[in-house]
């Protein structure tokens, strides 16, 4: 089965700095790459995702790249604000056999004003 | 116009009691499931139903069991509760099996068995 590693557990960073969480999938059949971000006491809700056909997609402030050929991917948040702390989840599946998605064990930001 | 929601938002609950959790969504999705997220936040697929039709069991104990009267609604029963099933629950969603699987959740069920 797939398996979806996280790093960093925790990120600690300055406002207006970057913040980069990365992830690696072991399932090259994996071919959609979404990304969660949990509030505290909320639900997790996905901020952005990527497919596999595509190397990179950007959101305003946010970015997701993908490497297929090294099976990783990485959440890049510029300008960082107190109100992007949170916990991020990355989460590897494929469309078909088990669609389930694979999540990551997250990664708790902080973003100190 | 909530579209994932659940109840009770919290539930504290003495061991070998039994309790259930309502989930239901109103995005007309296929696919609906339960994830339990222990202590370190590490969030585990627990079932999922598609159609009303169990997909996914993921070695969770037979007290667990998932009831999906209809595809709007899944509904999670806990027999015999025990201090390790004191966590936070999600019910999410999503549109069925096509390419990507964006997942809907919500707000959780917080859980404490005493």
């Known amino acids: 089965g797939e398996n979806v590693e996280q790093h960093p557990s925790t990120l600690s960073v300055q406002e207006g700095d970057s913040a980069v969480i990365k992830c690696t999938y072991s399932?090259?059949?994996?071919?959609?790459f979404p990304w969660y971000k949990q509030e505290l006491g909320k639900g997790p809700q996905l901020i952005i995702d990527?497919?596999?056909?595509?190397g990179e997609k950007k959101d305003q402030r946010i970015a997701v790249t993908l490497n297929k050929t090294a099976k990783h991917f990485s959440l890049h948040i510029t300008e960082t604000q107190p109100e992007d702390s949170a916990v991020y989840f990355c989460?590897?599946?494929?469309?078909?056999?088990?669609?389930?998605?694979?999540f990551g064990r997250g990664t708790s930001l902080i973003v100190h004003p | 116009d909530t579209a994932v929601s659940q109840t009770p938002k919290y539930l504290v609950t003495q061991m070998g009691n039994d309790k259930s959790i309502k989930c239901e969504q109103n995005l007309g999705h296929d696919t609906m499931y339960w994830y339990k997220q222990d202590s370190k936040k590490f969030l585990k697929i627990m079932f999922s139903?598609?159609?009303?039709?169990?997909?996914i069991n993921e070695t969770v104990p037979n007290r667990f069991s998932p009831k999906s009267p209809d595809k709007a609604h899944l509904n999670l029963h806990i027999n015999s509760l025990e201090l390790g099933d004191s966590a936070v629950y999600f019910c999410?969603?999503?549109?069925?099996?096509?390419?990507?699987?964006?997942?809907?959740f919500g707000p959780g069920t917080r859980l404490l068995v005493l």
């Open positions: 139903y598609n159609n009303k039709e169990l997909i």
């Open positions: 999410a969603s999503s549109q069925g099996r096509s390419l990507g699987q964006t997942q809907y």
């Open positions: 989460a590897a599946s494929r469309a078909g056999g088990s669609y389930i998605p694979t």
């Open positions: 990527i497919r596999s056909n595509v």
């Open positions: 399932d090259s059949a994996s071919n959609y």
